[in-house]
């Protein structure tokens, strides 16, 4: 199949490229010198991401038609997810270069409660960086020994770095739950994500492709992540899209940006009507 460039404009759909590999002796010196268990264990991952808006439905079909053409890539279905980012009244944690995420995934009939930190890598100069560059580590809250080891840590490292005393759990909290203990534990929310969407995953050994589609005004996105900058861009050229063209935002800043004109929280929200229906009052949890 011959390599064409994908177009990209407005609005309609997105693409974005992700990677992981496990490299704790990657983790900032600030993370390393805090001496907690994750680094001991090597539960870091590097994740670098990139994100493409796809002008057309055809577009979308034509990437989907190369991934499947790609012998390296498998298939692993469809899921939807809900994202909840809180930060304090302040913003301590963006200011600090720290994303505290809840996640809840469903797929097929299998849910599940997912807690990951993010820690910024080294800032680019403004208008060169083409992708996201980060620390993460992740876990499922499950009440699992290593649930419990990596809450606690996560809690110490948010403590460290951004200044926020939060008890992390190491059991599984709805939506709901989440964004109420952290009100108990933290006090007046701000929102930096609240946001579903429906994710189609193709994985090869090095990196992974997620199709994303969300309530409106995201529209659908393609992300990819990889496990380098190297290994990023080549996964790009390989889908036949243009590294010049893509977007170092995260979902809940490209939300934010479109939502301008509304007022806060309503920036980073959206959710799909026909679920999460749970959260129907959300807004009285993290109004300011």
Same mark, same amino acid.
């Given at each position: 199949?011959?390599?064409?460039?994908?177009?990209?404009?407005?609005?309609?759909?997105?693409?974005?490229?992700?990677?992981r590999?496990?490299?704790?002796?990657?983790?900032?010196?600030?993370?390393?010198?805090?001496?907690?268990?994750?680094?001991?264990?090597?539960?870091?991952?590097?994740?670098?991401?990139?994100?493409?808006?796809?002008?057309?439905?055809?577009?979308?079909?034509d990437l989907?038609?190369?991934?499947?053409?790609?012998?390296?890539?498998?298939?692993?279905?469809?899921?939807?997810?809900?994202?909840?980012?809180?930060?304090?009244?302040?913003?301590?944690?963006?200011?600090?270069?720290?994303?505290?995420?809840?996640?809840?995934?469903?797929?097929k009939d299998?849910?599940?409660?997912?807690?990951?930190?993010?820690?910024?890598?080294?800032?680019?100069?403004?208008?060169?960086?083409?992708?996201?560059?980060?620390?993460?580590?992740?876990?499922?809250? +499950?009440?699992?020994? !290593?649930?419990?080891?990596?809450?606690?840590?996560? @809690?110490? *490292?948010? &403590?460290? $770095?951004?200044?926020?005393?939060?008890?992390?759990?190491?059991?599984?909290?709805?939506?709901?739950?989440?964004?109420?203990?952290?009100?108990?534990?933290?006090?007046?929310?701000?929102?930096?994500?609240?946001?579903?969407?429906?994710?189609t995953?193709?994985?090869?050994?090095?990196?992974?492709?997620?199709?994303?589609?969300?309530?409106?005004?995201?529209?659908?996105?393609?992300?990819?992540?990889?496990?380098?900058p190297?290994?990023?861009?080549?996964?790009?050229?390989?889908l036949?899209?243009?590294?010049?063209?893509?977007?170092?935002?995260?979902?809940?800043?490209?939300?934010?940006?479109?939502?301008?004109?509304?007022? +806060?929280?309503?920036? !980073?929200?959206?959710?799909?009507?026909?679920?999460? @229906?749970? *959260?129907? &009052?959300? $807004?009285?949890?993290?109004?300011?």
């Amino acid at each position: 199949m011959q390599s064409a460039r994908v177009s990209v404009c407005e609005h309609t759909s997105f693409v974005v490229v992700h990677g992981r590999e496990s490299t704790p002796g990657t983790v900032s010196a600030t993370t390393r010198r805090s001496g907690n268990t994750l680094d001991e264990e090597g539960d870091w991952l590097r994740e670098c991401e990139m994100k493409f808006r796809i002008g057309s439905a055809s577009a979308a079909l034509d990437l989907t038609a190369r991934l499947l053409d790609l012998d390296e890539c498998v298939y692993l279905g469809t899921r939807t997810e809900l994202d909840c980012v809180m930060d304090t009244e302040n913003y301590a944690m963006r200011a600090a270069g720290v994303i505290l995420r809840h996640r809840t995934v469903r797929h097929k009939d299998n849910v599940s409660k997912l807690i990951t930190l993010k820690i910024a890598g080294p800032a680019e100069p403004a208008g060169s960086q083409r992708f996201q560059d980060h620390e993460e580590v992740e876990f499922e809250a +499950d009440g699992s020994e !290593r649930a419990v080891r990596a809450s606690s840590d996560i @809690s110490e *490292l948010v &403590d460290r $770095l951004a200044g926020v005393s939060v008890e992390v759990p190491s059991s599984p909290l709805d939506t709901r739950g989440w964004l109420t203990l952290l009100r108990a534990q933290i006090g007046t929310l701000r929102v930096r994500a609240l946001l579903e969407k429906r994710r189609t995953v193709y994985k090869a050994e090095d990196w992974e492709v997620c199709l994303d589609r969300f309530p409106s005004p995201m529209g659908s996105f393609a992300e990819i992540e990889a496990t380098d900058p190297n290994t990023l861009l080549r996964t790009a050229g390989l889908l036949g899209l243009d590294a010049d063209e893509s977007d170092a935002r995260t979902y809940g800043k490209i939300l934010g940006d479109l939502n301008a004109h509304l007022p +806060d929280p309503l920036t !980073r929200i959206a959710l799909f009507d026909d679920s999460w @229906s749970g *959260l129907t &009052d959300v $807004l009285e949890l993290t109004a300011s």
